[in-house]
């Protein structure tokens, strides 16, 4: 694990694809997510 994690904050398209973009950077990087609703974009 490299020992950086990044928190989006809203589960939207936009935070979903900036996490997806991250992830492809950086793929032992830690993402927590938080969203208000109960459901988080699938679309990115």
Do not use: C, W
Request: hydrophobic content about 40%; cysteine-free.
């Amino acid at each position: 694990m490299s020992g950086k994690h990044l928190v989006v904050v809203g589960g939207d398209a936009a935070g979903m694809s900036g996490a997806s973009q991250a992830r492809k950077g950086n793929p032992d990087l830690a993402i927590t997510v938080f969203e208000q609703g109960q459901h988080v974009s699938y679309a990115a």
